[in-house]
């Protein structure tokens, strides 16, 4: 099992996931060729990638995507709602649909999109069911929500969204409208928030945590870690603890 987070913050969102003999991406919102090229120094055969997952229309999520699909010749999936949205303003070919709440299948995988609290059409995170272990992609939410709760417990690697420090969000340089926004319920994740899911979710399998999305502007890597240290009671132990960056790629090989 591997997991690459390719880029991971507000500028721009993509990441790689290889278990049980399938290859899939999830979200595409840095150009295509950064993709491709990121993979490429990862040792990836972008040849065998099998499908793109997308999560939500914001660009910083599909900013690439379309190029991706038809230089890799892999269909994308999304919600038929996300494809609507998507479509008016940029061009979309080989597409699957799912359902929020209904797993599908994806070679040897089974991937269930569960929803988020984003303020996006149809927002979704992903949990993907493998021989090798589950993985959970839960970003781009403002809340906790019960199908969160739910789906991150007894997972193998989880990509968590911890987008910002409260107080640094607060006081920061960005306008009161955008403050709110990203404070709300349909925003981000503040690092408080992601690191009390950590502490009372099931970690028992929990070998690796990627922790996403964080805002170059409203946060630190450091008050990323000490906050989820603090979760893990002040030792991560088994857990392989990384923050995702905006260039930098994140590798999780297990």
């Known amino acids: 099992m591997r997991v690459l987070s390719l880029a991971s913050g507000s500028s721009g969102n993509c990441y790689f996931v290889s278990a ?3 290859n899939i991406l999830v979200d595409c919102g840095i150009s295509a060729r950064s993709a491709i090229e990121r993979l490429a120094e990862n040792g990836v055969d972008t040849k065998k990638i099998d499908a793109l997952l997308i999560t939500h229309e914001h660009s910083d999520h599909i900013g690439g995507a379309y190029t991706l699909t038809k ?6 999936f999304m919600s038929f709602r996300t494809y609507t949205e998507v479509s008016k303003h940029r061009q979309v070919e080989e597409v699957s649909f799912f359902h929020s709440g209904r797993p599908f299948e994806k070679g040897n995988l089974k991937i269930l999109p569960f929803p988020v609290s984003h303020d996006a059409v149809d927002p979704v995170g992903f949990r993907i069911f493998s021989d090798e ?5 839960a970003t781009d939410t403002g809340k906790v929500t019960d199908e969160i709760r739910q789906v991150v417990d007894g997972a193998r690697v989880l990509v968590l969204e911890s987008n910002h420090d409260e107080h640094m ?5 960005y306008p009161e409208y ?6 709300s319920e349909v925003g981000h994740l503040s690092n408080k928030t992601s690191g009390a899911l950590l502490r009372e979710m099931n970690r028992c399998n929990l070998e690796a945590l990627l922790l996403s999305h964080l805002s170059r502007a409203n946060n630190l890597p450091k008050i990323v870690l000490e906050e989820a240290k603090e979760a893990f009671s002040g030792d991560f132990g088994k857990t392989v ?3 995702g960056d905006q260039f930098i790629v994140r ?4």
């Open 133 to 137: 272990g589950d993985i959970v992609l």
């Open 241 to 243: 603890v990384q923050v």
């Open 169 to 173: 969000l607060k006081y920061g340089p």
């Open 20 to 22: 049980a003999n399938t």
């Open 178 to 183: 955008l403050k709110a926004r990203i404070a």
């Open 71 to 76: 230089r890799l010749g892999i269909p994308a």
């Open 251 to 254: 590798d999780f090989t297990l």
